[in-house]
């Protein structure tokens, strides 16, 4: 009898610890940027169809791909969002933990803003203004050395003579990424001397243009973008850089400086004009498919009209839409959740 006790307890504990282990729950984690889109599709997902309200975390797109890529079964993620696309060494990463199948889901466009606070006057910046005022090394005489620059205005006169003070993301942050891709590195070519190196040294003006000051100038914010826009309300002196959805819905509080002669606004970035733009992404773990409820619902929500479209719930929030013709494929592809490809 005391045996056949022990053996209902044992498995009473085994039957609770498995339904401990279950999960009925699609959770998803990843960019800050994308954060803002996913929350109102996961919001709009748990109101209108039987599933639950997904879960839904805010770690950076390099701190969600590799929770990501992790491994397979419900301690691990179901989906993560990107303000970058993946890398080669994060689907290898993937792939060694047995996450072999991905789906890539394009959303849409964003552009990253330098924006400061409405009570200071709107900067007017240059790619190479934005590289030599953030750069960990620059040219001076010929040679690289330590950034000199303390104020604005020792690079170029016309611009403020006020303290360099930038508040920015962090190493993992895709906005970070994506900066120093597309700002650092456009800015470092239009500089003649980081110019000629490209062209003797490919991997020494990568290393330059892609390192960021560590003196104070430059300040790690972390991945929360609505404290950076907090901070530049309190410090009117600084600059931050965030995504433009960012920019939209705090738009009575900060402005989006002017760079190489463009204003960020949504059409100047769907149409290509502003030179700081770049793709957002989420991506799902494939062998979740059937294993956790809902996936397939929440994919067929995010890639709908009503909430991609040109004049959907997304645009908004700030979303820079694909045009039509690639929203029909990437939609098509999404749905049939076709494996990625490198």
């Known amino acids: 009898m005391f045996c056949k006790t022990l053996a209902a307890a044992a498995i009473a504990t085994v039957a609770v610890a498995g339904a401990a282990q279950a999960r009925d729950q699609i959770r998803i984690v990843g960019s800050s940027t994308v ?5 109102k599709v996961v919001e709009q997902f748990g109101k ?5 309200t997904p879960i839904i975390e805010s770690t950076g797109s390099g701190g969600g791909l590799k929770l990501f890529c992790a491994g ?9 969002n990107a303000s970058r696309r993946i890398k080669k060494s994060e689907v290898k990463l993937c ?3 047995g996450v072999s199948a991905i789906t890539e889901v394009k959303i849409g466009f964003d552009g990253i803003v330098l924006a400061n606070s409405k009570k200071a006057k709107q900067f007017r910046l240059s790619l190479k203004e934005v590289f030599l005022a953030l750069a960990k090394e620059v040219p001076v005489n010929g040679k690289l050395v330590k950034n000199p620059y303390k104020t604005w205005n020792q690079i170029n006169a016309k611009l403020p003579n006020i303290k360099i003070e930038v508040l920015g993301p962090p190493p993992t942050s895709g906005t970070r990424d994506a900066f120093v891709e597309l700002a650092m590195e456009g800015g470092a070519k239009e500089v003649p001397f980081m110019a000629a190196l490209r062209k003797n040294d490919g991997e020494g003006f990568t290393r330059v243009a892609h390192a960021i000051r560590e003196d104070g100038a430059f300040i790690e914010a972390g991945e929360n973008d609505n404290l950076i826009v907090q901070k530049l309300e309190a410090n009117p002196a600084a600059l931050g850089i965030f995504g433009f959805s960012f920019l939209d819905q705090n738009k009575d509080k900060v402005q989006g ?15 290509g004009k502003y030179p700081v733009s770049r793709s957002l992404y989420f991506y799902v773990k494939n062998a979740h498919i059937g294993k956790i409820p809902g996936i397939e619902a929440y994919v ?3 890639t709908s009209e009503k909430a991609w479209g040109d004049t959907g719930y997304l645009a908004d929030k ?6 039509a013709k690639d929203r029909r494929a990437m939609s098509k592809s999404a749905r049939a959740f076709n494996a990625l490809s490198m």
């Open 35 to 39: 954060f803002p889109f996913a929350t």
């Open 72 to 80: 397979i079964g419900v301690r691990h993620p179901d989906i993560t």
């Open 300 to 302: 067929k929500e995010f």
């Open 95 to 97: 792939a060694r933990n």
């Open 257 to 271: 400086s002017i760079v190489n002669g463009v204003t960020p606004t949504f059409e100047n970035i769907a149409d």
């Open 48 to 52: 209108t169809t039987k599933f639950k």
């Open 318 to 323: 700030g979303l820079i839409p694909l045009p």
